[in-house]
Nanobody
Framework: QVQLVESGGGLVQPGGSLTLSCAAS????????MGWYRQAPGKQRELVASIISGGSTNYADSVKGRFTISRDNAKNMVYLQMNSLKPEDAAVYYC???????????????WGQGTQVTVSS
């Protein structure tokens, strides 16, 4: 069974740092784009950052210069290093990944269950 599992959320003070991790497990042939989204109460889910298999990255303007996305292709993991956190960064953070489960197979987008990030003093 293929799944994505996030970890690393929690409570942090404004200006603090937090690192989120997401592990893809199961029978996976390859992983294309991996990314992090977030959803705050009453708001739509939004893209935070994404990274393709070759390493190129994309960030939301609101997190540029503060957040860093990275991946470990050997471990099927993606990370989000979050620095200088602000109260408006508080949300449930979801990882996703575009997975190919077999050679020449289609790509499926999988989502993790989400991890809560709270930024408060």
């Amino acid at each position: 069974q293929v799944q994505l599992v996030e970890s690393g959320g929690g409570l942090v003070q404004p200006g603090g740092s937090l690192t989120l991790s997401c592990a893809a497990s199961g029978t996976i042939f390859s992983i294309n784009t991996m990314g992090w989204y977030r959803q705050a109460p009453g708001k739509q889910r939004e893209l935070v950052a994404s990274i393709i298999s070759g390493g190129s990255t994309n960030y939301a303007d609101s997190v540029k210069g503060r957040f860093t996305i990275s991946r470990d292709n050997a471990k099927n993991m993606v990370y989000l290093q979050m620095n200088s956190l602000k109260p408006e960064d508080a949300a449930v953070y979801y990882c996703n990944a575009d997975l190919v489960l077999r050679s020449y197979g289609p790509t499926f987008r999988y989502w993790g269950q989400g991890t809560q990030v709270t930024v408060s003093s």
